[in-house]
């Protein structure tokens, strides 16, 4: 039999064991925040590498402020050495996010039922996990020399930015340029679908500083949160429809979120509202925004146009000061557009489900930033099982039918990456 007919074959005889593994890692409660139970859940992922032949290593994101004690940032690495060929690194992140209200099943049960896995963290990306663990085991079984080295990583912290997670092993060099070729991040983004970067992300504080007076001659101050209204009417009246108006050429799905776009995450100002009330002419108010940009686009004149628009805007409240503070930004990623990582997967795709593989690209960002931005590994997409609409969800599942594809895909196109087709 042919060494990838070979590696399909153990696939679909390791279906129990994909499901068990799963469900395992879904009744491991790794709630971010605060970021419970990391350690018990990377020794589990490291276990099971060390026993498919893994180098295991444990890095602890110690220098992090999210550390701590009682909630230790733990990420776990292997690395299976073949012959001097490509590495190609699968990554997941093992945290979730809590539950929430609204399920019909225990979310840390990791209930199997009617041929789906459910859980929290099952498709996003419990599952995934999986699917690259398998993919590695898969091609051991099948007796498959790999010309390569595969390396499987569980990290932290992904739903809250993974700082201590991804971009911790970029700072640490343990993922870089000149010891990383691909990576595949098996998020969910449905079997047949390719996932090769994501639009900027410009969060940024604006306070708005007017004068105090008494409030009921509001003629002598200057009131901040009229300032800020001013501001507000401006976005929605001048900037949104410019945003709604710039398209990117990324695939961004879904539509909306091929154009740039901006929202109010929050406000505040005056006297908290609720409490004992003066008479004051407000003299501060705040509020934070989320401006995500498009590739097109490029940051610094995303931030220019906010600047000019906010100076016209309260040009007509003299006495009005205003400040803004950068709280985060993303610059877009992007595969390159001929990445060998995309066609070995493309064929992978055409090879299992029967059709060609259509690309997209993330309305939010993933762990794909610190990879290309700070690793340097610019030849990186996500690509793994689940459904994107499921994730975060109460009763979030996972198809088995969907995770088998996506381990036989994975597997492919790794022995692909290292010459064996
Ligand atoms: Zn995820």
């Given at each position: 039999m042919h060494p990838i007919d070979r590696v399909v074959?153990?696939?679909?005889?390791?279906?129990?064991?994909?499901?068990?593994?799963?469900?395992?890692?879904?009744?491991?409660?790794?709630?971010?925040?605060?970021?419970?139970?990391?350690?018990?859940?990377?020794?589990?992922?490291?276990?099971?590498?060390?026993?498919?032949?893994?180098?295991?290593?444990?890095?602890?994101?110690?220098?992090?402020?999210?550390?701590?004690?009682?909630?230790?940032?733990?990420?776990?690495?292997?690395?299976?050495?073949?012959?001097?060929?490509?590495?190609?690194?699968?990554?997941?992140?093992?945290?979730?996010?809590?539950?929430?209200a609204g399920w019909t099943l225990d979310p840390f049960g990791g209930i199997v039922r009617d041929g789906k896995i459910y859980g929290r963290g099952a498709c996003d990306m419990k599952a995934g996990i999986a699917a690259a663990v398998f993919a590695s085991e898969a091609i051991t079984r099948a007796g498959v020399q790999l010309p390569?080295?595969?390396?499987?990583?569980?990290?932290?912290?992904?739903?809250?930015?993974?700082f201590a997670g991804v971009a911790w092993l970029a700072e640490q060099g343990r993922v870089a340029k000149d010891?990383?070729?691909?990576?595949?991040?098996?998020?969910?983004?449905?079997?047949?679908?390719?996932?090769?970067?994501?639009?900027?992300?410009?969060?940024?504080?604006?306070?708005?500083?007017?004068?105090?007076?008494h409030g009921s001659m509001p003629f002598l101050g200057v009131n901040a949160i009229e300032g800020m209204g001013h501001v507000l009417e401006a976005i929605k009246s001048e900037l949104q429809p410019v945003l709604a108006a710039r398209t990117t050429a990324m695939p961004v799905v879904p539509d909306g979120a091929r154009h740039a776009t901006i929202n109010i995450?929050?406000?505040?100002?005056?006297?908290?509202?609720?409490?004992?009330?003066?008479?004051?002419?407000?003299?501060?108010?705040?509020?934070v925004f989320d401006r995500r940009f498009l590739i097109e686009e490029g940051f610094e004149p995303t931030r220019r146009e906010i600047v000019a628009l906010i100076e016209r805007a309260i040009r007509a409240m003299p006495g009005l000061k205003y400040e803004m503070r950068d709280l985060m930004i993303v610059h877009p990623t992007k595969t390159p557009d001929e990445s060998p990582l995309v066609g070995a997967l493309d064929a992978a795709i055409l090879r299992i489900l029967n059709k060609p593989a259509t690309l997209v690209a993330s309305p939010g960002t993933y762990d794909q930033k610190h990879f290309a931005r700070i690793a340097g590994v610019s030849h990186c997409v996500a690509y793994g099982p689940g459904e994107l609409e499921l994730a975060h969800q109460p009763d979030e599942w996972c198809r088995i039918a969907d995770l088998v594809k996506a381990t036989k895909v994975i597997a492919l196109a790794t022995l692909d990456l290292m010459g064996v087709k």
């Open positions: 074959a153990e696939v679909d005889r390791a279906v129990d064991e994909m499901v068990e593994f799963t469900a395992d890692l879904v009744r491991i409660p790794t709630i971010n925040p605060p970021g419970e139970a990391y350690d018990d859940c990377a020794r589990f992922i490291g276990n099971r590498l060390a026993a498919d032949g893994f180098d295991v290593e444990y890095l602890v994101a110690d220098g992090r402020p999210e550390h701590s004690a009682r909630y230790p940032r733990v990420n776990v690495v292997g690395g299976r050495r073949g012959g001097p060929g490509p590495v190609v690194h699968l990554n997941g992140h093992f945290d979730v996010v809590p539950a929430g390569g080295t595969i390396e499987i990583s569980g990290t932290v912290d992904e739903e809250s930015g993974g010891r990383t070729d691909y990576v595949i991040i098996p998020e969910p983004l449905d079997v047949d679908r390719i996932c090769i970067g994501h639009r900027g992300v410009y969060w940024f504080e604006l306070t708005t500083r007017g004068r105090i007076a995450n929050g406000i505040d100002g005056g006297q908290p509202v609720g409490g004992i009330q003066t008479p004051c002419v407000a003299d501060c108010c705040r509020a």
